[in-house]
């Protein structure tokens, strides 16, 4: 399978639910401008009782302010090893995210990262995803490839980073099947005004603006779980011509050995524990080349 740094995707967004894509920003935090200065002003280096995490405040499933999310927790699991306390910079995951947060010293992690990922150092991968298929329980629409017929039918939603429907992995899957008239767009970025933008996406199911939305398996997982109404979430067989399968780490700044081999041992201890997280948040989970999960998650 290609890796993610291999395409032209803007993959690196949507796994990040919007991080380090093209937007206007300063980008309002609940009503505030989030402005660089203030978290400047602890550019003092991580403390050794403070595990110092980035993260965005309004992402669901991942992380929010209230650390509801399951980045959040695994969070908590890591400084709990480590004898240390969580300590947190909120920041939205836009353009700018890695350069204004981590590479700038104000924090020492980002919980979730792909694991071939440029702009940081990576722990070794803690969950493997890939996008699913979500539809109306009621409406039996259980699509499992991207050759299936029925996707030149119905209508189907997918994120989109700017106007490019080329700029994620079903966005390119479906034009290169000539699937396009069918197929409506929804920012990644979404109204942050509201809780968890990126979910619109699998609202738009629930409302029955779309017969079915292509999105990444955690979000969707999470998402569907939760919702008023019924959702089937079907992990896509990943096709040869695009990669659909990515594996999820955490970032540290670059050269910061002595932590990422810290994070690492922490994974393998806690591996059960990371599990039954991702299990909890209902994360569907492929296979990674340790044997870590041997099927996709299907309901």
């Known amino acids: 399978m290609s890796s993610a740094s291999s395409r032209p995707f803007a993959i690196v967004a949507v796994l990040l639910a919007g991080a380090l894509a093209v937007v206007v920003w300063p980008v309002l935090v609940r009503g505030r401008a989030a402005t660089a200065p203030q978290a400047a002003a602890d550019r003092d280096g991580g403390g050794a009782d403070r595990l110092r995490v980035c993260a965005d405040p309004n992402n669901l499933p991942f992380s929010n302010e209230r650390r509801e999310g399951f980045e959040n927790a695994l969070a908590d699991i890591v400084a709990r090893e480590l004898g240390r306390r969580v300590e947190y910079t909120w920041w939205p995951q836009r353009r700018g995210f890695i350069r204004t947060t981590l590479r700038a010293g104000v924090c020492d992690v980002v ?36 050759d299936d017929p029925r996707l030149r039918t119905v209508s189907i939603g997918i994120h989109l980073v700017g106007d490019d429907y080329a700029s994620v992995p079903p966005g390119t899957a479906l034009g290169a099947r000539g699937i396009v008239q069918n197929v409506r767009g929804y920012s990644i970025y ?19 603006d779309v017969d079915v939305a292509i999105a990444w398996g955690p979000l969707a997982g999470y998402v569907a779980s939760v919702s008023d109404v019924p959702l089937t979430v079907d992990p896509i067989a990943a096709p040869d011509d695009v990669p659909f ?46 044997g870590a999960r041997t099927r996709p998650e299907v309901w």
């Open 190 to 208: 979404g109204d942050y005004s509201k809780p968890n933008p990126p979910a619109d996406l699998i609202a738009a199911v629930t409302r029955g």
């Open 111 to 146: 919980m979730g990262v792909p694991a071939e990922f440029e702009l940081a150092d990576t722990t070794r991968p803690y969950y493997r995803s890939t996008y699913v298929a979500v539809a109306r329980r009621d409406r039996g629409l259980r699509i499992t490839s991207m």
């Open 245 to 290: 399968e990515f594996s999820i780490a955490m970032g540290v700044r670059r050269g910061d050995h002595e932590l990422r081999q810290r994070l690492d041992e922490v994974l393998q201890r806690r591996r059960g524990e990371v599990e039954a997280l991702l299990e909890r948040y209902h994360v569907p989970r492929v296979a990674m080349a340790d």
